[in-house]
């Protein structure tokens, strides 16, 4: 298996497409109000968001973005008024992280770990 996507629930459509343009995104379907779907720069994940007024499906995601060059990004996206409420910092499971969320509250993590990610030195 191979993980194709994933759905963050919303009431705020256009503006959680907005955000994730600018966290570098590319929209590839534009059915708004209703549905867009992103795709991530690197790999081939998508990223689907979808209208929802359950809020019972609202505000419970948190998705991982992986980058080697984690620091540079952070700043690139700082530069365009993107908010962290934790800059990179080494984590004690080996991976650098920063941390924020988008405007509906859901969180992601922006990190960095190489071999790591997969291979930790615990892994069974």
């Known amino acids: 298996?191979?993980?194709?996507?994933?759905?963050?629930?919303?009431?705020?459509?256009?503006?959680?497409?907005?955000?994730?343009k600018k966290l570098g995104l590319k929209l590839i379907v534009d059915a708004l109000p209703r549905y867009a779907r992103l795709e991530c720069p690197d790999g081939e994940a998508t990223l689907?968001?979808?209208?929802?007024?359950?809020?019972?499906?609202?505000?419970?995601?948190?998705?991982?973005f992986e980058n080697?060059?984690?620091?540079t990004v952070v700043k690139t996206l700082q530069n365009k008024g993107?908010?962290?409420?934790?800059?990179?910092?080494?984590?004690?499971w080996l991976w650098r992280?920063?941390?924020?969320?988008?405007?509906?509250?859901?969180?992601?993590?922006?990190?960095?770990a190489g071999e790591n990610r997969k291979n930790p030195p615990?892994?069974?």
Do not use: C, H
């Open 97 to 112: 992280e920063a941390k924020l969320q988008d405007p509906d509250g859901n969180n992601i993590i922006l990190f960095k």
């Open 68 to 71: 080697q060059e984690l620091d």
């Open 122 to 124: 615990w892994r069974i």
């Open 1 to 20: 298996m191979n993980l194709n996507q994933v759905t963050i629930a919303t009431e705020n459509t256009r503006q959680l497409v907005s955000f994730y």
């Open 82 to 92: 993107i908010t962290f409420n934790q800059l990179p910092k080494n984590e004690s």
């Open 48 to 64: 689907s968001i979808s209208f929802t007024d359950d809020i019972l499906l609202r505000n419970n995601t948190t998705l991982y």
